[in-house]
């Protein structure tokens, strides 16, 4: 160390890096680093405080010669006007691609008939889904590379481009190409907004943060059908599209003249890094992983709409992705810590509960999104801007709940009460949902809604116990692995609930109006005019009707049951951890 302290040091800061570009304690967590149970391989690393403003808690990790050391954990933090400005940012983007996800259910109809494309239906979603979630391992490893600032605003360019091409398209082979492109820009955002807030504040105040985020982005998930029903029916399908440029452009300039601290220290983006980094980035594997899951997710898209689950084609991709899938296992286990999905990080309990908890409550939080308008339109018979009204119970006591729990978990500490709370109430409200008919007073739907919005106590759980448990170094791939599970069993779990509903269906059908014929019950889809368009007013065939769609509904709700029940009991494993900040020992104190 040569005599010389942090404090001392006048000089230029330059970058230094260690094996793989990085010296740092990655391999183990701070938390045996906290407890003593393990030396820091960072004793060399001095503290500097900014002498200008020591209330900042500003401090840059250096060598004995004054440079700083790439990839151990940096402690510069934003406040003020230049935090809420980054928080309106990253909060836009957030909400925009949360829209994105579900704005587009009540414009399709208008969509395949502009374009003459009902075929095509399934692509609309399911090309921005494969594109999103087959990206989106390798976006972790991007984070934990680059500056997160510039990796977050390369996505969401290319989501803006994306978005862009759908809004103007002319054709559907069009259209799907700018939903393909709009979901390789949201492979990097959804985690990149996580891992850019958890830079620029302390880890002790980010539950509050991150709920605001979370608040919104729930916002723009549930409000997305309404907000495209209003779009469709009053103006045109493509401000869909169109409310993304204006709204990001905004955001992204904002952002772009920021500087925005990352949660270890890394050099500036250059050419020179980029040649040095493409070789960690673990593209073999990338390559192996690809084509499992674009065969897993080709599977289910075509056997819930164009083949039979028992086709050649469906079980061969099956077959496919079960071939490569261990493959990609054997590689990343080869790889080590270089892995684009490391074990090392995999295997901590945390991480994979962490990963089934939010997983699982993310399923009941997508499919009932995805149903409650069927049940509100088809059984309820309102239309798509009301059953988007009708949901509102839900939407604002989630937001309400996500808020509070934010802010009450940074004074209280421990985050695995409120996510058993999340999981529990969420499964009874999912057990009453499930007894919902056609006679249902307004009274218990609204109420069962409000209790259904405990899920919102849970929703960053998952994201506070992995960051309060992995290194700095290894936040941003934990991030990227937690909101992969996220997407990838909610993409999987929306076909199982469609595959069940209309099963369902089908057999209801043939029970209780037995003059129908359930293949066109299922052409005619879920709005309330096609579904009345079944059978005569005030016929009982028509009553038979409004009960079949009614019992496909509840039994679907039994997959909500089955989700929020499993993040309940998982809950429980991810960790009684304080994550209240510690208190830094007095001068004198040892």
Known sequence: MGGNNGNDWKGPRTLVSGEEGYVTSSSLSFQEREKGNAPDPNAAVLATSDAKNPDAATTNSLTSDGALVEGAESKEYITGYKLALLLFSVTTFFFLLMLDMSIISTAVPQITSDFHSLQDIGWYSGAYQLAGATLQPLTGKLYTRVRAKWVFLFFFLIFEVGSLICAVSQSSVMFIIGRTVAGVGSSGLQNGALTVISGAVPLDKQPVYVAFIMAFGQIGLIAGPLIGGVFTQYVTWRWCFYINLPLGGLAG??????????????????????????????????????????????????????????????????????????????????????????????????????????????????????????????????????????????????????????????????????????????????????????????????????????????????????????????????????????????????????????????????????????????????????????????????????????????????????????????????????????????????
């Open 253 to 590: 300039l904002f952002l772009a003249l920021m500087n925005v601290p990352d949660r270890t220290i890394k050099p500036q983006v250059s050419l020179k890094l980029l040649r040095k980094i493409i070789p960690q980035l673990d593209l073999v594997g990338f390559a192996i992983f690809a084509p499992a899951a674009v065969m897993f997710l080709l599977a289910l898209q075509f056997g819930s709409s164009e083949y039979p689950w028992n086709s050649s084609t469906v079980i061969g991709l099956f077959v496919g992705a079960g071939v490569t899938f261990p493959i990609f296992l054997w590689w990343e286990h080869r790889e080590g810590d270089k892995a684009m999905i490391p074990y090392s990080m995999v295997r901590k309990r945390v991480v994979w509960v962490s990963a089934i908890y939010s997983s699982a409550l993310m399923t009941s939080i997508f499919v009932g999104a995805q149903f409650f308008p069927i049940y509100f339109q088809s059984v309820k018979g309102v239309g798509p801007t009301m059953s988007g009204v009708n949901m509102l119970p839900s939407i604002l006591s989630s937001v309400v709940l996500i808020l509070i729990s934010g802010a009450l978990l940074s004074r209280l500490g421990y985050y695995i009460p409120w996510g058993a709370f999340a999981g529990g109430a969420t499964a009874i409200a999912a057990g009453m949902i499930s007894m919902w008919g056609p006679d249902t007073s307004t009274a218990f739907w609204i109420g069962t809604q409000i209790l259904y919005g405990a899920r919102g106590c849970g929703i960053q759980i998952g994201l506070i116990a992995i960051q309060n448990n992995l290194s700095p170094a290894q936040s941003a791939l934990g991030i990227a692995f937690l909101i992969f599970c996220q997407n990838f069993s909610a993409a999987v779990f929306s076909v199982v609930a469609n595959t069940i509903f209309q099963q369902t269906l089908q057999r209801q059908i043939v029970i209780l109006a037995p003059s129908i014929d359930p293949a066109l019950a299922l052409a005619a889809g879920g709005s309330a005019e096609a579904v009345r368009a079944l059978a005569p007013p005030d016929s009982p065939e028509l009553r038979g009707v409004l009960l079949a769609f009614s019992k496909a509904f509840d039994t679907t709700a039994y997959l909500l049951i089955a989700a929020a029940s499993l993040s309940f009991v998982s809950s429980w494993w991810m960790g009684w951890v304080d994550v209240r900040k510690k208190k830094q020992p007095e001068k004198g104190e040892a």
